[in-house]
């Protein structure tokens, strides 16, 4: 009996902390702001809950993770540019000076600031203030 209990509890835990695909309107109304602001004209191709986010995926393939909350977690292009009117202006700016022949295609919010890459497969990481940490090349 005891197994079964352990058993059953096992799987209603994978349950709980599984992706569930649920509509756009599920988005927190911040969520929903964004994508409509930044990416205009793009329509929402799937929304995934789980525990302590929602991943959606656009309809040109762009994927972008949001808090529970709504607020941004990171937004990859796949390999094609996103807009970067989100983020303030200096990190923007200094991040596209160590590769100015480059594009950002994905920015992840990081602790400490974000975290750039670009589609000649450098990342650059920077402060909340824009100031450049480093920068790797992304093998």
């Known amino acids: ?7 059953c509890a096992l799987i209603f835990a994978g349950f709980a902390y599984a992706d569930m695909v649920v509509g756009p309107n ?4 911040n969520a929903q702001n964004f994508i409509q602001t930044y990416f205009k004209g793009v329509q929402i191709g799937l929304v995934k809950q789980d ?4 991943d959606v995926v656009l309809n040109d393939g762009t ?8 607020e941004w977690k990171d937004v990859d292009g796949k390999y094609k ?4 009117g989100f983020l303030p202006p200096a ?4 991040a596209r000076a160590t590769q100015p022949n480059a594009q950002i295609f994905q920015v992840d ?3 400490y600031g974000f975290k750039f890459k670009f589609n000649n497969q450098m990342e650059v990481y920077t402060d909340m203030n ?3 940490m480093g920068q790797k090349f992304d093998d």
């Open 1 to 7: 009996m005891k197994l079964k209990s352990a058993l």
């Open 26 to 29: 599920a988005l927190p109304q």
């Open 51 to 54: 525990m302590d986010s929602f």
């Open 63 to 70: 994927e972008i993770d949001f808090f529970i909350n709504g």
């Open 81 to 84: 540019a996103i807009p970067t």
């Open 91 to 94: 990190a923007v700016a200094n």
């Open 109 to 111: 919010r990081e602790p």
């Open 130 to 132: 824009g100031n450049i």
